[in-house]
């Protein structure tokens, strides 16, 4: 296994232009998960590359973006150069010093699998959100955990298998209501064939 950071310097070279149905089909569950809806302050946690950043510019007047690569970031600030969006290098299992402001939307893509303590993560975030704020949640499918797949890219050196955790569903729904949030939608999200299990899992939660 790949540590987490080390894994995502290494990957940023090759994260925009390798073949990843993950990556792609998540992007499509966000920007339909939030197509109705506008906001003020959006913290996107886990922004890479920015795959999903200039989207969210869309729907929102400025962005706290954060990621633990900071390889991921400098692809992310050559791709988007505005002044309402700020990058932060940040480890979100430790204190959330990256973030002053009230959000009203929080996005999670491709994260949380690889953090093993959720409780944490909800309970941090249950202390910038603002009342009524949205969380959006896109994960690998727990279907395709329980099969044994995990985030993976190609170097030199051969497969590289980056460190994630297996969380099912109920983990999330419990995480997020020990801390004040509702689930408001969940869907499933299959590649095109619909011949395999769920590839995404995309949850909206709500901060009452």
């Known amino acids: 296994m790949s540590n987490v950071s080390t894994a995502y310097n290494q990957w940023a070279e090759q994260y925009d232009t390798n073949k990843n149905r993950t990556r792609d089909l998540e992007a499509i569950s966000l920007r339909s998960a939030l197509a109705e809806l506008n906001f003020q302050h959006c913290l996107e946690i886990g922004c890479g590359t920015g795959k999903n950043t200039e989207w969210l510019l869309t729907k929102t007047r400025c962005i706290t973006a954060v990621d633990l690569s900071e390889g991921m970031l400098a692809k992310a600030r050559e791709k988007i150069n505005n002044q309402r969006v700020q990058f932060i290098q940040a480890d979100i299992t430790q204190p959330w010093e990256f973030i002053r402001d009230p959000v009203d939307l929080a996005t ?101």
């Open 108 to 208: 999670f893509s491709l994260v949380l699998e690889h953090i093993e303590d959720l409780d944490a993560v909800f309970s941090k975030l249950s202390q910038v959100m603002a009342p009524k704020g949205y969380v959006y949640v896109g994960e690998l499918h727990p279907f395709k955990q329980y099969l044994g797949t995990k985030a993976r890219y190609e170097t030199q050196e051969g497969l590289q298998i980056v460190t994630c955790y297996n969380h099912h569903v109920s983990e999330f729904f419990q995480a997020a209501k020990n801390h004040g949030f509702q689930l408001i939608h969940l869907q499933e999200w299959f590649d095109d064939d619909h011949k395999d299990l769920p590839r995404i899992l995309s949850m909206i939660f709500q901060y009452q």
